[in-house]
T-cell receptor
Framework: SQKIEQNSEALNIQEGKTATLTCNYT??????LQWYRQDPGRGPVFLLL?????KEKRKERLKVTFDTTLKQSLFHITASQPADSATYLC???????????FGSGTRLLVRP | SQTIHQWPATLVQPVGSPLSLECTVE??????LYWYRQAAGRGLQLLFY??????ISSEVPQNLSASRPQDRQFILSSKKLLLSDSGFYLC???????????FGSGTQLSVL
């Protein structure tokens, strides 16, 4: 079955630097991949979706890449701010359905 | 605009007691509805998925059940809670043709 792997160690960076988070999957390449942000005690919030035929997607300071050969997506936050501190989750559809499975997330800490 | 309501926010229940968590969505019709559970420091585990009234897909065999008595109402239940049922329960919805999930605020369940 499909598995999603995200770095379980927290990423600690200085304000103003670019944060890069990794999401790897193990089996079939999904039709799309999503990234969510989750703050403590809250539900995840959708950030970006990238399709299998797209190599890169941008939204303001966010950028997502999707490499189906490497079975990997990278999530970048440029000019990071302390307010960007949160856990970031990668998600993709299970099989060809609308069931989404999630990675365990990577916690990002941006120091002022 | 669409909104999702989930309650209660926190719940402390003794082992062996019943459970009923309710989720309702407003501003949309025939949404796909989901229940996820998140253990402390872990990713989201998909529990149940529904594409319509009375149509429930169970993803993980467990002590829980779900029902969808109305189009925009999704209920998570248990007859007898176990310690292992503790966690953060999240309800989510997706437009039938859409791909991104919108989450509720979650219920923190502690079984003692």
């Amino acid at each position: 079955s499909q598995k999603i792997e995200q770095n379980s160690e927290a990423l600690n960076i200085q304000e103003g630097k670019t944060a890069t988070l990794t999401c790897n999957y193990t089996n079939y390449s999904p039709a799309y991949l999503q990234w969510y942000r989750q703050d403590p005690g809250r539900g995840p919030v959708f950030l970006l979706l990238i399709r299998e035929n797209e190599k890169e997607k941008r939204k303001e300071r966010l950028k997502v890449t999707f490499d189906t050969t490497l079975k990997q997506s990278l999530f970048h936050i440029t000019a990071s701010q302390p307010a960007d501190s949160a856990t970031y989750l990668c998600a993709l559809p299970m099989d060809s359905s609308y069931k989404l499975i999630f990675g365990s997330g990577t916690r990002l800490l941006v120091r002022p | 605009s669409q909104t999702i309501h989930q309650w209660p926010a926190t719940l402390v229940q003794p082992v062996g007691s019943p459970l009923s968590l309710e989720c309702t969505v407003e501003g949309t019709s025939n949404p796909n509805l989901y229940w996820y559970r998140q253990a402390a420091g872990r990713g989201l585990q998909l529990l149940f998925y529904s594409v319509g009234i009375g149509q429930i897909s169970s993803e993980v065999p467990q002590n829980l059940s779900a029902s969808r008595p109305q189009d925009r109402q999704f209920i998570l239940s248990s007859k007898k809670l176990l310690l292992s049922d503790s966690g953060f329960y999240l309800c989510a919805w997706m437009e039938g043709y859409g791909e991104k999930l919108f989450f509720g605020s979650g219920t923190q369940l502690s079984v003692l």
